[in-house]
């Protein structure tokens, strides 16, 4: 039996190990098409659980879904400067609707459109035409929509989860009187994310805000959750926008407002993706591979029959079906327990228990004929990689409260590791001993401009990934590292995917 | 206050109608972008309903989702010769990655690809090519897999719902060991479909195979459910494909069987898309509106207060939001009963119920002074636009059994009317002549070829809708129509979408 699930180790290599993770916990794979992934059923049955909670999110906080077209003609795009270059560079373009064999008999292109079409790398401004034509009165608003979705950017360098050319992800757009409400929907919805990061990945988050190099393209203010993974780089897991009235001058979204004039509506856009299962990976997995949150396992309990004697077989099977059908009837976080019987005859229990480790399952029991006279069950705790033994009636009375300890003990592990590797700096020298030094957060007050933040980048390879939110005016005052000047403003620096 | 909700009624221009249906209901409406559609909340809440119970019946008979890339190389397609003859005269291309402007400043597509890209029409080849790389063995088989997707055919005529150039759909797809295990998968979930359509969406479908003409590109046979619309032609709901080993052959899906050697498997797909919205609406809606089967419905009941005067207010608010708390927590086909307030003060009662006639919520009650000082409810029963009064506490106890007559009454209407327009036919000239009338589902006795179905569909637009299932032996020999011929085949003739 190999020592660890994953090869090279998570110090050894840690890109590389990624990628390992993914592919020994069958999570997605490279398709033929540049930087399209497939999600493989286990991969997207984490997706399909991220999907139910943040869409029951959603909806409890009044917004509804819809679906708008794939295709954004280009015009559209162009409609909002910032916007149309931010994008321009990476996107899918759509110029013919048909083939047709050539002279040699190959197929090729043909029927060229007039206009050429965009795959949609997101959809404000799609989206933004129907919004035009919905909204006559301040009666109509707010309105608060969302989409599931697939877009497409094409990126050059891409990497399984969270950089690809194609991507799922969920997109809210939403239409306000006024620009105080769209802000307080922008603030919620990041809110919203920061809650689901927290309390269902069990990974934990700095909320704050962008710097304008960061910015989405044609926002007024970018809101954003980070989360330290383990090589200490950090990941936007999800980003809420303020676009000001930008969208709605260039879709043209227009009301009468209750003092009886035409207006420009308020709008604001926030979307997290299957990015979010790349984070998961890297904040949680271990040499042994993944290691699941057990709000978001689909399977919770795997068991292993262990059976060496054909005359043991049937007594075996029959116990582990007992348990399986008790286990069904334990209710964990409002559904119940997800329990599989791994009952492949053909594979030994090593290679079964090390697949269940690497697919990082929360609990793997193993149940052999000793276990069935005993009435125990022999467990393996996954994130601790602990084994116990309980007897089946004290398993299963415990089995909630396991549940929610483990996810409790891979949130706080998750928090420790990113409070270990955050500094509090106060000057310049400082900041370069910790990114010359092995890094991670950097905090900092901050009063510069763009100019340093590329100096910074160009030399570290860092970026603000936020201004932390400042909820209080009580916030101290203190210098900026880099021009002394005094400020309130925090920034956090780090390397970042 | 109109007559009826819709204008024109279904007689007087039944297509006209289907699209006044959807806009007053606010279920969709089109883009600016060629054929595709907005599906707008109330459209598509009905489609995640589809989608929460056809995942459910997925799930239930052991398949698990996935996703696959949206875009298919060309050569994918190509390497089946029939698919891509099937699909190359409608599809869009993707030929360029980049926008660049030019020497006027216009943004023009750049960066072309050396291979153009697909985007998909069905994901057949695209999926086998990752199938063809996860199975070695047979004891790798089965592989069950669902994909929920949106995908693209660029149709040229198109209709909300049934003819769109991008739509939504699940599409399946099945990897086995034998053929009789692939054919058995179709008609498995042909019968899935068949469930769904009757027993959810209240639209009893026919059961059968397409003939050769009609059979999807690529496919040894072709199972599907047609449905009867009010203007009696036939909609084709869903099919169920027996592949054969086609597309096996054409993406190399092959493995080692139990003889040790290398074979080809044998695959099915299965597919149902957001057409079955513009089923539902042509089923059941009526000259008044949308009309929803109560087991599809996202709000089941609807409660208007009726204030004339601004002393009765706050009573009948707060009588009002007594009887949701009251119907919130009644259950209904495993969920908790949809129930809304409607408190829009700014319209009057009349504009506001029938804005809810003609989105087809299932019970609507207006609630005014005298309901509050009697403890009653008035209700009007959408599906027969009956009104009754009914004390609270009979209106709670009775909903779920309520709802139930209503998803009855609106499936054995629908049935009657396909049995009221379904003829046996037992001669060509009877034939002619049904047709020339007001057609229907015209069944024959059919051993005859393509070249009489091509022939009647040029005469009368009329195809072969399905060859009825045919499960016993016992089945009656019966003389072709059009060739004298005896034979036990059944073809249900009918003009279609």
Redesign the interface.
């Known amino acids: 039996m190999k020592k660890s699930g994953i090869t090279p180790s998570r110090l050894e290599n840690f890109p590389e190990w990624y990628q390992q993770v993914i592919k020994e916990a069958d999570l997605a794979?490279n398709?033929?098409?540049r930087g399209?992934?497939?999600?493989?059923?286990w991969g997207?049955?984490i997706?399909?659980n991220m999907q139910r909670i943040l869409d029951g999110m959603f909806k409890k906080t009044g917004h509804?879904?819809?679906?708008?077209?794939?295709?954004?003609?280009?015009r559209?795009l162009?409609s909002e400067a910032t916007h149309?270059e931010g994008f321009?560079?990476?996107?899918?373009?759509?110029?013919?609707?048909?083939?047709?064999a050539n002279d040699q008999g190959k197929?090729?292109?043909a029927s060229p459109l007039e206009e050429?079409?965009?795959?949609r790398p997101t959809s404000e401004t799609?989206i933004g035409?129907?919004f035009a034509?919905w909204v006559h009165s301040y009666?109509d608003l707010p309105i608060l929509?969302n989409q599931w979705?697939?877009v497409?950017r094409?990126e050059m360098r891409t990497r399984l989860f969270l950089r690809t050319s194609?991507f799922?992800w969920q997109e809210g757009h939403t239409v306000h009187e006024t620009s105080a409400e769209a802000l307080e929907e922008a603030e919620k919805m990041l809110e919203c994310y920061r809650e689901f990061a927290e309390n269902y990945m069990a990974m934990p988050v700095l909320c704050g805000e962008k710097t304008e190099m960061e910015r989405f393209p044609g926002a007024v203010k970018t809101l954003c959750i980070e989360a330290m993974m383990q090589d200490r780089k950090s990941l936007q897991a999800g980003t809420s926008h303020f676009l000001g009235q930008n969208f709605a001058k260039s879709s043209n979204i227009q009301f009468v407002g209750r003092n009886g004039e035409n207006q420009y509506a308020w709008t604001s856009s926030w979307g997290a993706s299957t990015r979010l299962i790349g984070g998961l990976i890297m904040t949680h997995s271990d040499d042994d591979g993944l290691i699941l949150p057990p709000r978001l396992a689909s399977q919770h309990v795997v068991i292993l029959p262990i059976i060496h004697h054909e005359k043991d077989k049937s007594a075996v099977q029959e116990y582990c079906a007992q348990i399986k059908a008790q286990v069904e009837k334990v209710y964990y976080d409002d559904r119940p327990v997800g329990v599989h019987i791994d009952g492949?005859e053909?594979l030994n229990g090593g290679v079964k228990k090390w697949e269940w480790i690497k697919k990082g399952v929360p609990l793997i029991i193993e149940i052999g004929p000793r276990d069935w006279e005993k009435n125990s069950v022999s467990i393996l705790r996954r994130c601790t990689m602990e084994r116990y033994t309980l007897s089946v009636d004290e398993f299963i009375q415990n089995l909630g409260q396991e549940l929610t300890q483990i996810q409790r003990i891979m949130f706080e592990r998750a928090h420790t590791f990113r409070k270990q590797n955050t500094q509090q700096i106060t000057s310049e020298k400082e900041f370069v001993e910790f990114f010359e030094g092995q890094g991670g957060y950097a905090v900092t007050f901050f009063a510069g401009d763009r100019m340093i933040e590329e100096a910074m980048k160009e030399k570290f390879s860092v970026t603000i990934r936020c201004i932390l939110s400042n909820k209080t005016d009580e916030n101290p005052l203190g210098t900026c590292i880099f021009t002394g000047r005094l400020t309130q403003q925090k920034a956090v620096w780090a390397k970042s995917y």
Do not use: G
């Not at 509804?64 to 280009?74: C, D, E, S």
């Not at 050429?116 to 795959?119: D, F, T, W």
């Open positions: 794979e398709s033929d098409v399209c992934m497939v999600i493989k059923p997207y049955a997706w399909e509804q879904n819809a679906y708008f077209p794939l295709f954004i003609p280009l559209y162009e149309v321009a560079k990476e996107c899918a373009i759509v110029t013919h609707t048909r083939l047709q197929l090729i292109p050429p079409l965009i795959v799609i035409e129907s034509r009666r929509i979705a697939n497409v094409w194609e799922l492949r053909y």
